[in-house]
């Protein structure tokens, strides 16, 4: 159901912070420059936010270098360290109807995702983290001869973390998590699009006493204070997410610095439904995993191959429930989709949409923008669409489904995994063997069996091939995050 006028009533947070955080104070920009960030749902600004560059960014090295260097907080015993995570875990519950109006209001997405979905998951994944501060610990190892060998797990230093506008604040939780408990310190900058909650995030995490210098954030732009956090020669490590396109310019630009990546980048899933499925479960699990976030998630199950025999069938199922899937103000309790996030995506959108119709694609449902004011798409289904579309191959991150038609399981897998891709799939069957077969046989980080955009803080995420290098999340998690030093003692006897 779309409502052709949206009118939105937004919800109006007080906005309190909107400027570098560096060393625990807050600063405007060197430059004395800041930048708009938008309300997707009206594209009215909500506030003007410091826009960092090359100086804000070198500020915040420094501090964080001396908080490394010769601060309290890699020093500290583990477990106050932990502690200090799990308050600032208990702040942010404390302020949760809050953190979701800003998140909805600057990024657009419907309050009951930021209310049930990110948030509780943001907290979720910092609380673990906070449990994982007091069990990081080597080994002893057996070599030969006589000596005594053991590992130690250090924290790699300064590290550089430079997040996307989807998932705002479960972003920041993802790369604070494992940073803090791995004893680093951190220099971010959020994306331009979704300053807002990462900031209100640094307010909470000094109100928890996480010590000045530990936590930097420098808004701003990607070429100017994105690229500066790449090159300083004072970042030990950057952590990215976001497109393929930007992290291979990262690769380049950190080149010189030598600096350890991790990267989480962007995916074309597969979410495969064999005729044998629970129709009803799959339905719903495909409706979710491409229109989700506005269809707006590096995991989206954007290419849906359903098997031959239940084709039709399934494709109507599919239709109607994306017909009934309610567009609009996102602060209203009953929609399910919000806008866009900024006009560059929603024209990027529509004219992926457009090349669908034009290389001969069916568009069985949506396709257009509705009403005439903020970003918003109808969810889109195409069918009749073959592997070498441009929609079944690139990235659309938006509402925009392609359904492909397939025979049998040898077929299905050399098609699957035809992509440079291999964030996440999905396979939909009773028959056991064949899920367990399917999810061995594709090439992709995450596979999800008769469910799908199942998240866990203890399960690693990440991707194969393009879509990343690294994991985040789970135990794995922490490995980006952490050096590991190895001591060997001479157990020789002195002469006596
Ligand atoms: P982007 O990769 O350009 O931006 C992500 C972050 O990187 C932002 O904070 C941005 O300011 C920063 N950045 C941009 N250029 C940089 C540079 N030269 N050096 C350092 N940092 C830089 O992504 P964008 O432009 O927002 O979206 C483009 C496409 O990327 C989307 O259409 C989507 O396909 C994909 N994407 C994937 C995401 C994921 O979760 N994997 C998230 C966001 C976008
Ligand atoms: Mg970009």
């Not at 501090?63 to 702040?91: H, Q, T, V, Y």
């Not at 949760?96 to 509780?120: C, F, H, Q, V, Y």
């Not at 004219?351 to 069916?362: E, K, L, M, P």
């Not at 061995?440 to 999800?448: H, N």
Request: aromatic share 8%.
């Amino acid at each position: 159901m779309i409502q052709s006028t949206i009118q939105i009533k937004s919800a109006t947070p007080t906005i309190r912070q909107t400027e570098c955080f560096i060393g625990g104070h807050w600063l405007p920009a060197r430059s004395g420059k800041t930048f708009e960030t938008i309300n997707p749902a009206t594209e009215e600004m909500i506030a003007r936010v410091a826009e960092g560059d090359v100086a804000d960014v070198d500020a915040a090295v420094k501090a964080a270098r001396e908080a490394f260097d010769s601060g309290p907080w890699p020093r500290m015993n583990a477990r106050d360290r932990g502690r200090l995570i799990l308050k600032l875990c208990d702040l942010i519950e404390s302020e949760i109807d809050e953190l979701a109006a800003i998140e909805t209001l600057d990024n657009g997405k419907p309050l009951s995702d930021s209310r049930t979905i990110d948030i509780p998951l943001a907290i979720e994944a910092l609380r673990y983290y906070g449990g994982w501060a007091d069990k990081i610990h080597g080994q002893t190892i057996p070599v030969s001869g006589n000596y005594f060998t053991y590992t130690r797990r250090e924290p790699v230093g300064v590290v550089g973390q430079i997040i996307p506008w989807n998932f705002p604040i479960l972003m920041v939780a993802w790369k604070w998590g494992p940073a803090l408990a791995a004893g680093c310190t951190i220099v971010m900058k959020p994306a331009e699009q979704t300053p807002l909650t990462c900031l209100r995030l640094a307010r909470l995490a000094q109100k928890a006493g996480i010590p000045d210098g530990v936590i930097n954030i420098v808004p701003g732009f990607g070429p100017t204070a994105g690229a500066a956090i790449v090159k300083h020669p004072g970042i030990d490590k950057v952590a990215f997410t976001g497109s393929g396109e930007t992290a291979q310019v990262i690769m380049r630009q950190s080149a010189d610095s030598l600096k350890r990546l991790t990267f989480e980048l962007g995916g074309k899933s597969p979410n495969i439904v064999f005729a044998d499925a629970d129709l009803d479960a799959a339905t719903r699990g495909a409706h979710v995993g491409i229109h989700l976030n506005q269809g707006q998630c590096c995991c989206a199950g954007s290419r849906l191959f359903v098997q031959d025999s239940i084709h039709d069938a399934f494709v109507e199922k599919i239709v109607s429930m994306s017909k009934a899937r309610r567009v609009g103000n996102p602060f209203d309790a009953q929609t399910e989709q919000g806008p866009q996030i900024d006009k560059v995506q929603f024209d990027k959108i529509m004219s992926f949409i457009d090349s669908g119709r034009a290389q001969g694609a069916t568009c069985a449902t949506g396709g257009k923008r509705v009403g005439n004011r903020g970003f918003f798409i109808e969810p889109t289904i195409f069918t009749n669409v073959q592997d070498e579309m441009t929609i079944a191959r690139e990235e659309i991150f938006g509402p925009v489904l392609s359904v492909l038609r397939f025979g049998d399981t040898e077929e299905l897998v050399q098609r699957a995994n035809a992509t440079p891709f291999g964030l996440a799939a999905a396979v939909w069957t009773r028959d056991i063997a064949r899920a367990h077969d399917v999810a061995r046989r594709i090439r992709a980080g995450t596979v999800w069996i008769n469910c799908y955009d199942v998240f866990d803080a203890a399960a690693p995420f990440g991707g194969f091939k393009s879509s990343g290098f690294g994991r985040e999340l789970g135990e794995r998690g922490l490995d980006p995050y952490l050096e590991t030093k190895t001591v060997t003692v001479s157990l020789d006897l002195p002469r006596e």
